[in-house]
């Protein structure tokens, strides 16, 4: 077990509920945030709430983010642009990526860092099968450096926040079955682009999500 804190970006899908009960073997002190930025699938909060609750984290925080508000690109923000059905696109970011949503989640949750004098943020994000350009090895390395940069933390003490995101280098799979070991109550999760309940069973973290637990 690390002696640090975490804070976890906890969506309430399947990966960050993982790194949640990780952490919780991890880190002596795990607290984790959520966002509510306007997200056509908000029902996911409920669900982050739940596990929260269930991880006794120190704090869960949930934060607003107003400015996705203003854009209309995505299938995530937009319910004017479909939620696609079927598998990922394989040459291209799909149409439910949200501009810089990790840059900007990984910079709010730095702040509660400094002011929470927390050592590390966990990410759930995984390169192997992820078509996000947000959830590459190179992306985390950039935003770990812009934090260090600029945190006050780092300044008064000269130690480094640490972005924790042990899952860069796994399958979805590979994420399912560490949670089945760590006994992730996994019917507790929630992971679909439309935001239906029940889950559509058809857009692609729905498929993704299906394949993932079906062979654990």
């Known amino acids: 077990m ?7 970006l906890l969506s309430g899908g399947m990966d960050s509920a993982v790194l949640l ?7 002596e002190k795990v607290y984790a945030i959520s966002f509510d930025y306007g997200q056509r699938h908000k029902v996911e909060l409920k669900y982050a709430k739940e596990l929260a609750k269930l991880a006794q984290v120190e704090k869960h925080i949930i934060t607003h983010i107003p400015h996705y508000s203003e854009i209309k690109i995505s299938a995530l923000l937009s319910e004017d642009v479909p939620v696609p059905k079927g598998e990922y696109p394989e040459d291209e970011p799909p149409i439910t990526t949200v501009p810089m949503r990790n840059l900007t989640f990984l910079s709010i949750a730095g702040a509660f860092a400094d002011a929470l004098e927390i050592d590390h943020i966990g990410i759930g994000v995984h390169a192997l099968d992820s078509p996000y350009p947000d959830c590459r090895p190179e992306f985390i390395t950039s935003a770990e450096a812009a934090i260090n940069a600029g945190s006050v933390l780092v300044a008064k003490t000269k ?11 796994m399958s979805k799979r590979d994420i399912a079955l560490l949670g089945k070991a760590l006994n992730v109550p996994f019917e507790k999760t929630y992971s679909c682009y439309l935001g239906t309940e029940p889950p559509c069973g058809e857009c692609p973290t729905c498929l993704q999500r299906k394949s993932a637990l079906s062979s654990v």
């Open 21 to 27: 009960w990780l952490s919780k073997k991890e880190f």
């Open 159 to 169: 130690k480094r926040i640490h972005i924790y995101a042990p899952f860069l280098g």
């Open 2 to 8: 690390s002696k640090g804190k975490v804070i976890v």
